[in-house]
Nanobody, 126 residues
Framework: QVQLVESGGGSVQAGGSLRLSCAAS????????MAWFRQAPGKGREGVAR???????VYADSVKGRFTVSQDTAKNTLYLQMNNLKLEDTAMYYC????????????????????WGQGTQVTVSS
């Protein structure tokens, strides 16, 4: 049974940092694509970044230069380091995965992903 569990969310002041984790269990896909999405109240789900099993990375323009995705394959864990957080980064953050690689220079739509975590809340205040 595939399980994704996010953690690391919280409240932070603008300009601060947080690191989110997504612990995956119950599977070993190869190849795969994993991604971070976020959803602010009243808005649709937005792709933040994605990484393939090859290590290929793509970031949304809104987070380029501030967010960094990494993965620890030994721990089967995906990370999202978020620096210089802005008020507009406030959202519920989700990780997702699928059994194929992601193509292209943008994060695929959320419908591309088969498995999702429950989310972790990030709140940025002034």
């Amino acid at each position: 049974q595939v399980q994704l569990v996010e953690s690391g969310g919280g409240s932070v002041q603008a300009g601060g940092s947080l690191r989110l984790s997504c612990a995956a269990s119950g599977y070993r896909f190869q190849p795969y694509c994993m991604a971070w999405f976020r959803q602010a109240p009243g808005k649709g789900r937005e792709g933040v970044a994605r990484i393939n099993s090859s290590g290929s990375l793509v970031y949304a323009d809104s987070v380029k230069g501030r967010f960094t995705v990494s993965q620890d394959t030994a721990k089967n864990t995906l990370y999202l380091q978020m620096n210089n957080l802005k008020l507009e980064d406030t959202a519920m953050y989700y990780c997702a995965t699928t059994r194929s690689i992601c193509l292209g220079a943008v994060v695929p739509a959320d419908t591309f992903f088969d498995y999702w975590g429950q989310g972790t809340q990030v709140t940025v205040s002034s």
